[in-house]
């Protein structure tokens, strides 16, 4: 991909005279004069490239320094290192030079860096003998994203360097976006809860998962009491940011893996996991007990109380589709209702 490809590029100024593109400088890589590429500042992602080589004192680390694209973070690391660093993560290239005679030695670490970092977003740059045409295709073998040769060509790895880091940074952009794009999918637009289409996802999981792992499942619906009153007299506006108050109150005082889903209306279920019948009692109460010290501002600048009934439904260990455990739960919130409001009730 070269720079016309990137998205959103624009004239915007100059850093000392010299062209920029949206605050990006164009930088000429040297001889021969019209090879250059466009170094895009990052905007998104921290580059943080580190150097390993075979040899404990490898020259080559210093080497590379200049050549490294700008505003990158570079760091000459031994191979402990290194490992450390790819397996937390923290690293979007690593330069691997295999400057050593044994070349085979320096590919195998090379392989184990990549077992190390399997689910990490990291991109592998080889230094490989230029005359040993099966060092190449052995590091390319292992999954390098790409090679230069060595000895060292300071225009070929300055330009390579810089095309990898640039394609790092279009696919970590990519992938935020992907995530963005998730987060809208799933997410409830007024609470900022998950949506019903996630809850009648991670239900059937859960459940699934309940199941093959004999650890007991609690399902809470809620519905907040005189909700429709309320939007009578103060309008949907306000009962939007009464749920919203409500969202936020209930995600700052679930368990660490519950998960808080809007599910119609003003109902809203909680999936507990691994929590057993007493304990989704005793979190249940709680619940009831901090929406109702909630105070929500109204339009005319007062602050209502709010109170919600609850149904308490524990997965059966013969049975309970979702639907079913929903339904249970359900006929047990109306029986909260029925009694008076701002209680749980529990399904036989």
């Not at 963005?180 to 859960?206: C, E, F, M, S």
Request: some cysteine; aromatic content about 4%.
């Amino acid at each position: 991909m070269d720079g016309a490809d990137l998205p959103s590029l624009r004239v915007s100024g100059s850093i000392n005279g010299r062209q920029t593109l949206g605050g990006c400088e164009r930088v000429s890589v040297g001889e021969p004069p019209r090879l250059s590429w466009i170094w895009v500042r990052n905007d998104f992602m921290t580059v943080r490239i580190g150097f390993v080589g075979c040899l404990p004192d490898s020259p080559l680390g210093e080497s590379v320094r200049p050549l490294i694209p700008p505003d990158c973070s570079y760091e000459i690391l031994s191979i402990t290192q290194a490992t450390t660093l790819v397996s937390n993560g923290e690293l979007t290239v690593l330069i691997v030079a295999v400057d050593s005679p044994q070349w085979r030695e320096g590919l195998r670490m090379l392989l184990e860096l990549h077992a190390v970092g399997v689910n990490r977003p990291l991109a592998v740059f080889g230094l490989v003998p230029r005359d040993d045409p099966a060092a190449l295709v052995t590091a390319f073998d292992m999954r390098v994203a790409d090679v230069a040769g060595l000895p060292l060509d300071p225009h070929e790895v300055r330009a390579r360097l810089a095309a990898l880091v640039r394609r790092r940074q279009v696919a970590f952009a990519r992938a935020a976006d992907t995530r963005k794009a998730w987060k809208i999918a799933v997410t409830d637009p007024v609470t900022g809860l998950y949506n019903r289409q996630h809850l009648d996802t991670i239900l059937p999981a859960t459940i699934d998962s309940a199941r093959i792992t004999r650890q007991p499942l609690a399902l809470m619906m809620l519905d907040v009491d005189g909700l429709k009153p309320y939007n009578d007299r103060w309008g949907h506006g306000a009962g939007d940011i009464l749920l919203r108050s409500l969202a936020e109150t209930l995600q700052a005082h679930v368990r660490i893996g519950d998960t808080v889903a809007r599910y119609g209306g003003d109902e809203i279920v909680i999936i507990m996991p691994e929590c057993d019948a007493e304990t989704a009692r005793t979190l249940s109460a709680r619940l009831v007990d901090l929406v109702a010290d909630m105070r929500v501002a109204r339009p005319d600048g007062s602050r209502a109380g709010v109170t919600v009934s609850v149904g308490l439904a524990m997965l059966l260990p013969d049975g309970d589709a979702a639907e079913a455990l929903l339904t249970r739960a359900d006929m047990a919130l109306y029986a909260a209702k029925r009694s008076g409001r701002n209680q749980v009730a529990v399904a036989a």
